[in-house]
């Protein structure tokens, strides 16, 4: 069993900065696929990023494109999203979900784990 406790959300100014933190216990984050995914109010819960097992292939929605980066610390067994440049429309809670398959996916149907969410709220 994976457990997944997300961190760092907060209150943020259009144009700045946050880095959410998804700690990971039961397995090895290089071991899993592991993604980011949003969900704003009366809105489905859509595709953010992910990183594959190892090697660490990387895949961003369009909307987060040069804005965001996902990475890992495989010591710490830490995923992180390090956001810039945020938008009123980032606004979400943001989940950290562990897939058990190789390959990164922007589904979430394929992922076996979630976080409970940290919120993100960017003002204009």
């Known amino acids: 069993q994976v457990q997944l406790v997300e961190s760092g959300g907060g209150l943020v100014q259009a144009g700045g900065s946050l880095k959410l933190s998804c700690a990971a216990s039961?397995?090895?984050?290089?071991?899993?696929?592991m993604g980011w995914f949003r969900q704003a109010p009366d809105n489905d819960r859509e595709f953010v990023a992910t990183i594959s097992m190892n090697p660490g292939l990387t895949y961003y929605a369009d909307s987060v494109k040069g804005r965001f980066t996902i990475s890992r610390d495989n010591a710490k067994n830490t995923v992180y999203l390090q956001m810039s440049n945020l938008k009123p429309e980032d606004t979400a809670i943001y989940y950290c979900?562990?897939?058990?398959?190789?390959?990164?996916?922007?589904?979430?149907?394929?992922?076996?784990?979630w976080g409970q969410g940290t919120q993100v709220t960017v003002s204009s």
């Open positions: 039961g397995r090895t984050v290089s071991t899993l696929t």
């Open positions: 979900a562990a897939d058990r398959s190789p390959l990164g996916s922007s589904d979430r149907r394929t992922y076996d784990y």
